[in-house]
């Protein structure tokens, strides 16, 4: 199969936008294409541009972005496509470049990942991420994702002993990272004392959704992020040689029940695991060669759970490893070197291909004050639905 | 007051809640299923207290759980208690109003939806 690399990035500075939607995603998507050198009107060499949001029509009134941005770039006549898949869809764009490339069919790829949430008040927003779950034996009764983040974690503390500590632990580790990074949504420490105190911790932490507390999930954020994919063997000729490749190694989904409650075993994360399984056989890798992992803390119970279903750590030992600091950046499995979604923000579309641009950042060489030493291999997890539907992402510059 | 189903597989026999198009059997492909009320005890399997409702909700908390029937079929809903709720406890199913949705034409018309509220034996 051809090989497909990332040679370019960009990312806005995610929490509150100023611009509109459709500003925001060329904010991205120029500085991704200023990042690889690539050049609008005749000197475009772009062939296809994916927009990855869920709420693009929903929320922010616009439909038919890929073709707008297409347009406000200057890189007509491009193909021009727009990819729903609830909070998975950036990473779903960047799939969807990698297929178009490896099969053939194009050279040049531009992924790009936004949503704009905070133009909504907070429960239209709540009710608008809740709509990906089943319409008539979920949704309608008033549940969220909060509301099955809080009933999942309630089994994985019977099932494998998590504490409430053990979330806030990653929260705390999250916020640490998110500090280091100048485009995260929360650049602000958080002390573990404050939000787990017993005394005031329904002042300073409160329940959302029992057992979860605010600190124990992301915050609601706008925010773009864009990759530029090109071929292997097209890099030189489309003037990107002189930019470093990240090879894509790996890039699979897996689907698992719409229905939470159909599971075969309901604190299991079968898509996680399955789109995990899928991208290491396609790299020809397995966990121990991942040196870096960005994992989709919608809630900090997702990072832990997540880390064991893709084999970084065994089932059932994800939140004690969190708890001897083996997933802070200097630890031996690194894991949301970003903040996370916890502390870096949670843009729905644009949260998948930000995962990928940290880990870019990361074998790059260029994530200052969070930088793994020696990472060569990352892993990335993009959560859609309440986990039914997941991309698993592997980048290497091996 | 209105009556929720469990959906059988008439090739199979399996049993689903929701209704789905195809039998949810990896080994069956049926499409046709016969409607069954899903009623009486089950036993909470998890549950939450969610502060933070969607728009259209006016209470300060929804309790939520999942709970398996005694035909082995599982169903989400709302817990309609508040004291005492605990995973593995022992529920009955009742039917109730789930959400009301305002429907805005000419004058505004609230319209019901039923679903599952648990309670106590």
Redesign the interface.
Known sequence: MRQVGIVGVGHTKFGKSNVPFLDMLCEAALLAMDDAGAKTGRRNVIDQVFVGSMGAGMVNRVSGAASAVVDSLNIRPAMAETVENGPASGASAVKLGVMAIASGMCDCVLAIGGEAMREV????G??FV?TML?P???Y?????L??FA???T??CM?RFGVESKDLSIVSVKNHDNACQNPVAHIQRPVVLERITNPTYINATN???????RQFDMCPVSDGAAAVLLVAKDKQEELGFGHKPFVRVAGIASATDTH????REN?SDLLAVRLSAEKAYKMAGMKPEDIDVAELHDAFQILEIEESEETGLFPRGQGHIAARNGDTKVDGKMPINTSGGLKAKGHPLGATGVSQIIELVRQLRGEAAGRQVEGAKTGLAINFGGFGNNVVATILTTK | MEQMYAYKCKKCGKLHHPRYIVCQNPDCDGREFEALPLEGKCKLLTWTRVYNLPEGYMMPWLNFGVVEFENGVRATGQIGFDDGIESGMELVSTVGVVRTRRILYKESIDCEEYGFIFQKP
Do not use: Q
Request: avoid cysteine.
């Open positions: 008040s907070g429960w239209e709540t009710d809740a089943h008539t034996a979920e309608k009764y008033g549940l969220t909060p509301s809080g009933m999942f309630r089994l019977t409160p329940i959302v959704a029992d057992p979860l229905v939470v409650a159909n309901p």
